[in-house]
T-cell receptor
């Protein structure tokens, strides 16, 4: 099956810092989503981005499908950004999301 | 627009007991998914329904897990009998797949945290 690797596994920042999270995948995809899992376990949709670039406030994401990676940028981080960020992909011909292991982000005040 | 609803939010049972979880997807979404998330890991798909038909249940432990979506809307996931390793968060998601949409974005409910003792 398709492999999804996220890096780094853990990231600790001071409030106000910027960060880049990476997601590599091993096959072509027709769906890629970024999620934020908050401390209560809720998965919050950040981006649906099988290709291209999108921005939403302090967050932006870029997927380069031909090179099989996606990047999530967080600018001016806040303590509320803490949690686990998941990348999930759907391989062409399949209908299920395969998740990476996540990046655990801690933003300190 | 209301999101995906799940209940209960928490459940504690003893091993060998049975338990059931309920999910109500986003209104109009034809496709419903159940995922299992073990602590420290990403969610893993258990079963996918499109309307009331099963699309993929290849990772559902069918000797103890069952799921149904009788009228193509709500769904229930049952475990009988439960084992210690079933302790996890059970997440329900829905999408507009199967309705001619090109957007396959999945939306998740708050999950049910199951503890088996």
């Amino acid at each position: 099956g398709i492999q999804v690797e996220q890096s780094p596994p853990d990231l600790i920042l001071q409030e106000g810092a910027n960060s880049t999270l990476r997601c590599n995948f091993s096959d072509s995809v027709n769906n890629l989503q970024w999620f934020h899992q908050n401390p209560w376990g809720q998965l919050i949709n950040l981006f649906y981005i099988p290709s291209g670039t999108k921005q939403n406030g302090r967050l932006s994401a870029t997927t380069v499908a031909t090179e099989r990676y996606s990047l999530l940028y967080i600018s001016s981080s806040q303590t509320t950004d803490s949690g686990v960020y998941f990348c999930a992909v759907e391989r062409g011909g399949s209908e299920k999301l395969v998740f990476g292991k996540g990046t655990k982000l801690t933003v300190n005040p | 627009e209301a999101g995906v609803a799940q209940s209960p939010r928490y459940k504690i049972i003893e091993k060998r007991q049975s338990v059931a979880f309920w999910c109500n997807p986003i209104s109009g979404h034809a496709t419903l998914y159940w995922y299992q998330q073990i602590l420290g890991q990403g969610p893993k798909l258990l079963i996918q329904f499109q309307n009331n038909g099963v699309v993929d249940d290849s990772q559902l432990p069918k000797d103890r897990f069952s799921a149904e979506r009788l009228k193509g809307v709500d769904s229930t996931l049952k475990i009988q009998p439960a084992k210690l390793e079933d302790s996890a968060v059970y997440l329900c998601a829905s999408s507009g797949r199967g309705q001619g949409m090109i957007d396959y974005e999945q939306y998740f409910g708050p999950g049910t945290r199951l503890t088996v003792t």
